[in-house]
C-alpha cells in the first residue's frame, strides 16, 4: 500500500521570508566581527597593524556606540516602515534589532569600564555626575536594560501584550538620550549625531501615523 506524502504546512500569510532574519543578524553582527578580527590582529599577529587606526581603544568604544545608535534607531524605524509600506514581515525585526542595540550598548559600557575605569562602578557613578554625556549615556543604557530582560516570549505572556507595549516604549527615550550622549560626546560642532536626532524626530512623527489598513478599513465602513 502507497501512502501519500505528508502534506506541506502551509507558510503563514505574514511569515517573513527565510532569508530575512539570517541577514539581519549577519549585517548587525559584521561591525563586531571585524573589531574582533582587528584586535585579535592586533595583540597576536601584528602589533604594528593600523586595522583598528592609531588609537584602538577609542576606536573600538566610538564604534561599539555608534552601532548601539544604529540599530536602535534601525528597530525604531520598524514601525514607521510597516506603516508606510504595509509590509507586516518586517514587524519580525523589531525585537531582533532591539537585542542587537543592547548588545552594543553593553559591550561599549563594558568596554569603558575595562578601560578606562578598572571595572569600578564607583567610579562610573562619579563620572556620570561630573560628565553629562556619561549620564545620557548611562540613561540611555538603563533604558534599554528592561527591554532586553522582558525580549521572551514568556515575558510578554507574564506581562500582557499591551504592558509589554507600554514598557517598551522606553526605546524612545533610549534613542534620545543616546543622540544626546553623542551630541555632547563629540568635540565641537560635528553633523553625524545631529542627522541621528533628525532620523529620530522623523521616526517618532511616522510613529504617530495612522495604520494604512486600519485606515483603510475604517474608510470601507458604512458612515
Partial sequence: MVHAPPARRARPLNAPPAWLKP??????????????IGWVDLLWLNPASLSLSAEPVAYTHN?????ALRTLVAALAVTPVYKLT????????????GLWAFAY???HLGFYLLMELDFSLVQLWKDAMKRNFILFGMLGFLA????ALTSTRSAIRRLGGRNWQRLHRLAYLAGIAAVIHFIL???GFQVEPWVYLGLLMALFALRFMPNRKRASRASRQPA
Fill in 105 to 107: 550598548a553593553a559591550l
Fill in 23 to 36: 541577514a539581519v543578524h549577519a549585517l548587525a553582527a559584521m561591525p563586531l566581527i571585524w573589531l574582533i
Fill in 63 to 67: 564604534g561599539l556606540g555608534l552601532m
Fill in 86 to 97: 504595509g509590509w507586516a514581515p518586517i514587524m519580525s525585526l523589531r525585537r531582533m534589532l
Fill in 144 to 147: 534599554l536594560l528592561p527591554l
Fill in 185 to 187: 560626546r563629540v568635540k
